[in-house]
């Protein structure tokens, strides 16, 4: 029996993958995926330390009210990866503390 | 202006300007929408989505192809009546449908309601939209109450779980574990399960023998009964183990998720002794129900009742031409929604028609509203976290997520600083003080200073670049 | 009345100037009650930035006093412990003046501030950057005032109030004072609250914007009025406003006596990494609406200071009412018209800052000792009495 998953639930035809990349590594992402489904779809499930202690930080709420995603899309801190939809190209960085160097 | 004045507003220019601006595209905003201009109001839908649906009809964007949607969806055929009729709305010219707008504040100024939104998804471009007339559908969002472990990465909330999958087609693990209360956990357990997931465990504190209580307000409801009887159903289909008047009480792992502990609650709530057993998963789907979003409601000097906004039978607000529908009036679920949405709806073209609405034109969508009022009313009694939930977070746990404030700090303000209240707690703690402003915590905070929860005052309901706010509305960058 | 207490003096309202007068009263060996209708800090102190400045005030009893007071902080910063715990920075202010005219009569003004002890240091338009390096290019330039600093205001006077338990004080918040109680003769004999009541010879009333309806509980009329102020706060940043940054025409604005809305940029960082942006001044009562053309002023000023706040988020806005008197002093020291009555309010935006001193020559006086400053301009009884129209 093949797996479940949730493109098969669907019948999903996606339209062919691009790519960011993501702290300098190359991931495939379909057209449409918030960053957050593209990086969870990779198997990264966290992309941001806290400025306090440094813990590791992913999708918490995953509808945009938590903050809990955030990181670093093109030079622009601070973005949460459950609401910005990936672009070809994108640029994506995990993110430190405030997301704001000096 | 006076109550009795409300939303006698007359409908002015209505061809620069439109009638009605609906904040939020979910059921409630697309049944105000459709139900106002089906009867020749200009519409303007304001949503923060690239697409209609909210968080109920959330689906695949279209570029995932998904040639059977439905599959992840409840009461598709609503839906399809809502997106058919929005388009021939749209077609028709009677409805504008602004995507990725995400609005911060909404305004009163001489009777003109003045919506101030950003452009998404960066959210620094401004749009202003001027509507004689609001409803706000601006839904709800989950709460969670805090527990060692919760912040750890794998550990979403169940609607997050949902809302990742129904969107992105994507699952947080491979092996997940659903736990809380109320009535989101059964479709998200089965929903994950569908989609490939494995499910260990669905754990629910609350005591479904309490429903007993209320055997008169399910009879009056068999939808709702074969509904949870479907879903009863999908979680046996799926061989997910049910544990109800349990709870996890502790997630483990360093870097992300690696098990849960979960344990029997006694009828006080407490950990049954030796009752504890660890889940290996790498994934924890939680929620202990749900708040609504009432910021923008609170700036414009709405009542509210509770942390709900309060409403009249037309669902007016007490601020003229103000109305509000949906999880924002309170907790009720999609199909309370669509009824309040289109009372909304006729009110408002009544209204901006200086007439008030026949009761008879809205006698449907009042009664489904009553009905599932009081059946959603029982469901709140019955799914409450267990008692003595806040006495029992432990000291070391962070209750605030953003700003990582332990709930010692949260007691030390309480019992040693002269704080009684959620305000002077954040004041004192950073407790709600971060990006969330306090929307994560605000429940966990009120529990622990032993206040009910109320909402606080957000003025901007999301954070609004200085630039922007610096601008005068309509004057370009 | 079920249960009463005795003490040396009550003081009523538990913000910053309370908490202050308790922890000086205290360690002066009285056995000090504080009372609030509230929570701690839940008036103006709650809504305020936690200034410490010397820099926007023109000599004279306010400078004598925010000079007295900022000394008073400082030893108590080196108190083990409590410089962290309330987030105490001595960083000092940065007025800046746009344009030569302002300059010159800022220069002035500071020169004036140096007369009556003021550290004033003139800072070149070319060295603006070396101490701010986000400030906005193309100022004349501006004055640093090393002595200003800032404290998280509500974590202030919750951890004074903390010291002065600790030095005997106790606290009763949620207790709200009904009745100013007095002798045949007409003296002050303690407070009436729907808890009980609490005898002392001495009241003091640091009830902030409420100061007014307190001194009428105890028969005197008291002209205390509320100015409202809003703050913007950002995202958190790492450190790039380092002083408290302002235009010089902020100083004409505290000064001032319109009723319209005036708003003047006071930018300034914090401990914790957001920026806090003010100020704000208007006299509408106690109207907590929130005004969106406001918070729009604020954020403009600011971006004019510093261009890079143009893209950094406003996370919330909150407001408060300053307490005001009619000739912007506070009214400190006792009332000669009630015996046993002492007044400790009406600080204005300037209450943190001026805290300590106040509490400190509140309990001189309470303690009969000489107040190390004339409290004459201070008065309480310096306002004539209102007539019937304009009410109080």
């Known amino acids: 029996m093949t797996p479940r998953t949730p493109m098969r639930l669907v019948r999903a035809r996606p339209e062919p993958p691009f790519t960011v990349t993501f702290d300098d590594r190359e991931i495939a992402v379909l057209p449409g995926q918030t960053i957050a489904a593209a990086l969870w779809s990779v198997g990264v499930m966290s992309w941001r330390t806290t400025r306090g202690s440094g813990e590791r930080r992913g999708v918490f709420c995953g509808i945009g009210v938590c903050f809990d995603c955030l990181l670093t899309v093109n030079g622009r801190p601070n973005q949460r990866a459950c609401l910005v939809r990936a672009e070809p190209g994108d640029v994506i960085r995990t993110q430190e503390g405030t997301g704001h160097h000096d | ?477 | ?392």
């Open chain 2, 1 to 477: 202006m006076t109550d009795d004045r409300r939303g006698t507003v007359e409908p002015r220019g209505t061809t620069d300007r439109p009638g009605l601006a609906v904040i939020g595209a979910g059921p409630a905003g697309l049944a105000a929408a459709l139900a106002a201009a089906a009867r020749g109001v200009q519409v303007t839908l304001v949503d923060a989505a690239p697409e209609a649906g909210g968080q109920f009809y959330r689906r695949p964007a279209a570029g995932l192809g998904a040639r059977h949607p439905r599959a992840l969806h409840h009461q598709w055929r609503t839906w399809e009546r809502l997106r058919d009729g929005l388009a021939a709305h749209i077609e028709a010219g009677r409805v504008t449908h602004l995507t990725d707008h995400h609005v911060w504040c909404v305004e009163r100024e001489s009777g003109v309601l003045v919506v101030h939104a950003l452009l998404g998804p960066e959210q620094e471009e401004p749009v202003v939209v001027r509507a004689d007339a609001v409803v706000l559908a601006t839904g709800g969002y989950e709460k969670v109450l805090p527990f060692p472990g919760w912040t750890l990465p794998g550990v979403v909330t169940a609607g997050g779980a949902q809302a990742m999958l129904k969107g992105g087609l994507v699952l947080p693990g491979r092996t997940a574990v659903v736990a809380g209360t109320g009535p989101l956990l059964m479709p998200v357990a089965v929903g994950l399960a569908a989609a490939g997931a494995k499910v260990a465990a669905l754990v629910e504190s609350a005591d479904p023998r309490a429903f007993v209580r209320h055997a008169r307000v399910l009879a009056a409801h068999p939808g709702k009964v074969a509904e949870g009887a479907l879903y009863a159903a999908g979680l046996a289909r799926h061989r997910i183990g049910v544990h109800v008047r349990h709870a996890v009480v502790e997630a483990h792992g360093t870097d992300r998720l690696e098990a849960v502990t979960v344990a029997a609650l006694d009828t006080d709530g407490r950990v049954r002794d030796g009752s504890e057993w660890r889940v290996p998963c790498d994934s924890l789907a939680v929620g202990h129900g749900m708040l609504p979003h009432t910021d923008l409601a609170e700036t414009l000097g709405c009542r509210l009742d509770g942390v709900n906004v309060a409403v009249d039978d037309e669902q007016r607000t007490d601020v003229p031409g103000v109305w509000a529908a949906g999880e924002t009036t309170g907790i009720g679920g999609a199909v309370l929604s669509l009824a309040e949405g289109r009372i909304a709806g006729l009110s408002v073209a009544a209204r901006l028609d200086s007439r008030a609405p026949e009761p008879s034109s809205y006698a449907r969508p009042a009664n489904t509203r009553a009905g599932l009022r009081e059946f959603f009313a029982a469901v709140d009694n019955v799914c409450t976290p267990p008692a003595g939930w806040a006495e029992r977070i432990g000291d070391d746990t962070l209750v605030c997520r953003c700003e990582e404030v332990p709930a010692s700090a949260v007691r030390e303000a309480v019992d040693e600083l002269g704080a009684g209240d959620v305000r002077t707690v954040k004041l004192l703690t950073r407790a709600g003080m971060g990006w969330c402003q306090g929307r994560m915590c605000g429940p966990a905070v009120a529990g622990l200073a032993g206040c009910p929860t109320t909402p606080s005052r957000r003025p901007f309901a999301r954070p609004v670049p200085l630039g922007v706010l610096a601008r005068e509305p309509g004057e370009s960058p």
């Open chain 3, 1 to 392: 009345m079920s249960n009463s207490l005795t003490c040396d003096v009550v003081v009523v309202g538990a913000g910053m100037v309370g908490a202050a007068s308790a922890l000086y009263a205290a360690r002066a060996g009285l056995s000090a009650v504080l009372v609030d209708r509230g929570p701690v800090a839940g008036g103006t102190t709650g809504a305020g930035e936690g200034n410490l400045l010397v820099s926007d005030k023109e000599p004279g009893p306010e400078l004598d006093l925010a000079l007295l007071s900022g000394r008073l902080w400082a030893d108590l910063a080196a108190e083990p412990g409590v410089a962290g715990s309330v987030e105490y920075e001595a960083k000092g202010g940065l007025v800046v003046a746009a344009g030569p005219e302002g300059l010159t009569a800022l220069e002035g003004f500071a020169a004036a501030q140096r007369s009556a002890g003021v550290e004033a240091e003139s800072v070149a338009a070319g060295q603006l950057h070396d101490l701010e390096p986000y400030v906005a290019r193309g100022l004349a330039g501006g004055v640093l005032y090393p002595q200003d600093a800032q404290v998280m205001p509500t974590l202030a006077a919750a951890r004074l109030v903390r010291l002065a338990r600790t030095a005997g004080a106790s606290l009763r918040t949620g207790w709200t004072v009904t009745e100013v109680l007095r002798t045949a003769s007409g003296a002050v004999r303690g407070v009436r609250t729907p808890y009980g009541d609490i005898h002392a010879p001495a009241v003091v009333n640091a009830a902030g914007t409420w100061g007014g309806e307190l001194a009428a509980l105890a028969g005197v009329s008291l002209p205390v009025l509320p100015r409202r102020g809003f703050v913007l706060v950002t995202e958190p940043l790492p450190r790039r406003v380092r002083h408290k940054v302002y235009a010089a025409d902020y100083v004409a604005d505290v000064a001032s006596d319109s009723a319209a809305l005036q708003t003047s940029p006071v930018v300034e960082g914090t401990a914790a990494g957001p920026v806090l942006i003010g100020a704000s001044r208007e006299r509408v009562g106690f109207d907590r609406s929130f005004s969106l053309p406001v918070t729009r002023e604020l954020a403009a000023g600011a971006t004019r200071l510093f261009p890079f706040l143009a893209e950094v988020r406003a996370m919330r806005a909150y407001l408060g009412f300053r307490p005001y008197l009619p000739d912007h002093l506070p009214a400190v020291g006792p009332d000669p018209r009630v015996p046993g009555l002492f007044h400790a309010c009406g600080h204005e935006g300037a209450g943190i800052g001026l805290a300590t001193g106040t509490g400190h020559l509140i309990a001189q006086v309470l303690t009969d000792r000489t107040p190390d400053l004339d409290l004459a301009p201070f008065r309480p009884d310096r306002f004539p009495d209102p007539s019937p129209e304009e009410g109080s």
